[in-house]
Every structure is written in structure tokens, then in C-alpha cells.
């Protein structure tokens, strides 16, 4: 603990920072002490062998990525082989950790002041890395340099603790991939090593950019395009964005029909139209708009209303379909994962199995599918607001 900070009898927000971490990587966290004690209680910082496999900077030689000068875009990250869906990319712990409780407890420039510190405390090579990152549109002071590195560069993430908070976390090395309305990478962050990890969702071709997508992907054109200019500055220019009006009309629409069809595969009463066949439109309506990053929720709604019926072969297939393509963009301990895994090993012993047809004959009325059901399916990407900042 190097400084802390109080306002009134407020949450008291210090300054934490382990040269050592990640064998001399190194890190820093402005947070409360109560969170950083839980937070050196991870394997992160207990188990010698947790990051074992993590924090490696790419062989030029054999690293299938290439970082490169991409017009109008500063530094991008392009393949130099073909890659395929579910390749690993990258996997790197944080440099920086901020919670955003500290913007609640403290004045604005207090916190501005204490972000600057926890980057001048990192080891040099780090902090090299960190300052090195673009602030989009330059800085006048140092305290403002680290400012706009922090909101060009950082990622939402949730500690699954206990606190209300989420953090907002800079990886400097995973900073250099550009965004696309449509990516063809995604990342998903591993709470107990604090390692975020980036997979190719499909496949990438040789001199193709690597992308990830920074908002919620399930936007109208004019509601992407405002978030991005409102929060980081720039207007997108990617493949689909920049298609003629009645393509990018054509896409707004199928992504108001997949909002609307959402709220009834999420809804497992009686009142609900869900049917197999409606997830199979869900699921098309998914492939149209080439939401490889998303699709995995996709099949996972359709592996529950084909099970619902009575079709376990089906719900089978769905539901493999749902793990290979969850497994890369959202990992392993991830909810719909782990219940896809569950319907594919035993799909008759899944809560799900003849659900719709039990409910709509009134069978079993007292089944009850709370803690033990998935009521929802969304994603880290789905916001309340869509107009909020990160």
C-alpha cells in the first residue's frame, strides 16, 4: 500500500502495487483495502504456477500475429498464417486496475492523481508499455496522458466478488487489437489468474486484421456508431457500418427481430411462443449477421427449445455446437458453457427436457426451474443503457 485517500465517511481508496507479481511483470490497483486483500488471496498471487503459461510475448518467428501499421487506425494486429476458429492468440494479466468505486468515493482529480501514481510505481518495463498506448487524440500533462490511455485502452471487467463495483483494467499488450462491429476474436477474463484471454471466434485469413469489438454487437448502426464516438472518440469504419443504407437498414432490422425474439426464448412460462422453430430463425438471424462472437448463446437456445420438445439428438447437436464456439469466446467456467455440457452428457436428465411440452399440457405445474435453470442467456455485452460510458 503506497496512498490512500478518504472523502468524508466515505469508502477509503489506496494505492497497491507488486513489482514481483507475474514473475516481475508486475502490477498496480487503485482499490479498497478490503478488495485488495481478496484480491491477493487469488491464485494470481498464492500459486506459483498459476501464470505459468500466461504473459508471453510473441516469438517473432513462430507467432501467428504480426503488429503493423494500420491506415488510419495507429498500430493493429494482422495474421501472418491462417488462423482458425478457436486458435488461442493471446493471454496477458493487467498492468493497470482501477476501481470504479473510487470515482464514487473520491473527488474527480483526486482519483485523476492517484491513476497517475499507480502507473509511475509500475516496474519500468511496464510502465514503458503502458505509456507507450495511444490517447487517441494526445494529452498536455502527465496526470491527462494516463487519463486518456485509461479510457482509449481499458476493459470492463468483474471480479465475481462481492462488491457492487466492476473494475476498468488495461492489458497493454491486448490493447493493440482494433475494434469491429463484426470481430472475428473475442476475449473473456479468467477472475481467479486475472489473465484475459483472446481466441479467433472463426477463421482468419493471411494479412487479415485481427479484431475485437468494443460495445454490445447487438446495436443498429446508429446506436453503435454514437457509442463509439461518445466514448472513444472515433467513428467506425468497419465492413458493416459502411455498407449502403439498405444494407446496414436490412441488418438494423434483423437485429431488432433478434431482441424481440430474445425476450421469449428467455421466457420459460406458459405465456411464452418459444419454439424450436423460432430458435432456428434466432440462429439464422445470428449467422446473417455474422455474429461470431454471440453465436454460441445462439445454439444454446435453440439446444433448450429442441430438448423442450422432446428431440435430445437435436438439443445434442445444438448444444456441441454452443460449447465449441462458447469456448472461445467466453471460456470454460462461463454459465451457458457449463449448461451446454450439461444438456449434451445427459440431455433426458437436463431441466429442460420436455419443459415446453410439460408446460403447455399443464404437466408437472409445480416444477419449479430457478436456481437450477439458465433464465437468461445473456452476455457480457448486453447493456441496460446503451449510451453509458465503460
Not at 513489482?19 to 484480491?39: D, H, K, M, N, Q
Not at 476475449?187 to 477463421?203: K, M, N
Request: proline share 5%.
Amino acid at each position: 500500500m503506497l496512498k490512500c485517500l478518504r472523502s468524508g465517511r466515505k469508502l477509503e481508496y489506496c494505492i497497491f502495487v507488486s513489482s514481483t507479481f507475474a514473475g516481475g511483470r508486475g502490477i498496480g490497483l487503485l482499490t479498497s483495502p478490503e478488495r485488495a486483500e481478496y484480491v491477493a488471496k487469488l491464485p494470481a498471487f498464492t500459486n506459483a504456477t498459476a501464470l505459468a503459461l500466461e504473459n508471453k510475448d510473441p516469438d517473432p518467428e513462430l507467432s501467428p500475429l504480426d503488429f503493423v501499421h494500420i491506415p488510419g487506425k495507429d498500430m493493429g494486429v494482422v495474421a501472418k498464417r491462417p488462423i482458425y476458429r478457436g486458435d488461442h492468440l493471446m493471454s496477458f494479466t493487467p498492468a493497470v486496475v482501477i476501481d470504479y468505486g473510487a470515482f464514487e468515493s473520491l473527488p474527480l482529480q483526486d482519483v485523476l492523481n492517484l491513476q497517475m501514481e499507480v502507473v509511475d510505481h509500475l516496474p519500468s518495463q511496464m510502465r514503458g508499455r503502458y505509456l507507450n498506448l495511444s490517447t487517441h487524440d494526445g494529452a498536455t500533462s502527465h496526470v491527462e496522458r494516463v487519463e486518456k490511455i485509461l479510457k482509449t485502452n481499458a476493459f470492463d471487467i468483474d471480479l465475481w466478488d462481492e462488491n457492487e463495483y466492476g473494475l476498468f483494467v488495461v492489458f497493454p499488450e491486448l490493447s493493440r487489437f482494433n475494434h469491429d462491429c463484426r470481430p472475428n476474436a473475442d476475449y473473456w477474463f479468467d477472475p481467479s489468474t486475472l489473465v484475459q484471454h483472446i481466441y479467433a471466434t472463426r477463421p482468419i485469413a493471411v494479412g487479415e486484421e485481427i479484431s475485437l469489438t468494443y460495445i454490445d454487437p447487438l446495436r443498429t448502426r446508429a446506436r453503435r456508431q454514437k457509442k463509439l464516438q461518445n466514448v472513444w472518440g472515433f467513428g467506425c469504419s468497419c465492413s458493416l457500418c459502411t455498407q449502403r443504407s439498405e444494407l446496414t437498414g436490412a441488418s438494423d432490422e434483423r437485429i431488432e427481430q433478434i431482441l424481440q425474439i430474445r425476450t421469449q426464448l428467455e421466457d420459460y412460462t406458459t405465456s411464452s411462443a418459444a419454439t424450436p422453430q423460432m430458435a432456428d430463425l434466432f440462429l439464422s438471424l445470428y449467422q446473417q449477421e455474422r455474429l461470431d462472437v454471440l453465436i454460441h448463446e445462439a445454439y444454446a437456445f435453440a439446444a433448450i427449445e429442441w430438448n423442450g420438445v422432446g428431440e435430445p439428438w437435436k438439443a445434442m447437436k445444438h448444444a456441441r455446437l454452443a460449447i465449441e464456439y462458447g469456448l472461445a469466446a467466453v471460456g470454460s467456467k462461463d454459465q451457458d458453457v457449463v449448461e451446454m455440457q450439461s444438456l449434451a452428457e445427459d440431455p433426458w436428465g437436463h431441466w429442460s427436457w420436455m419443459l415446453r411440452t410439460q408446460k403447455r399440457m399443464h404437466w408437472d405445474r409445480m416444477r419449479s426451474i430457478g436456481a437450477s435453470s439458465r433464465s437468461s442467456m445473456s452476455s457480457r455485452y448486453h447493456e441496460e443503457d446503451e449510451d453509458e460510458a465503460p
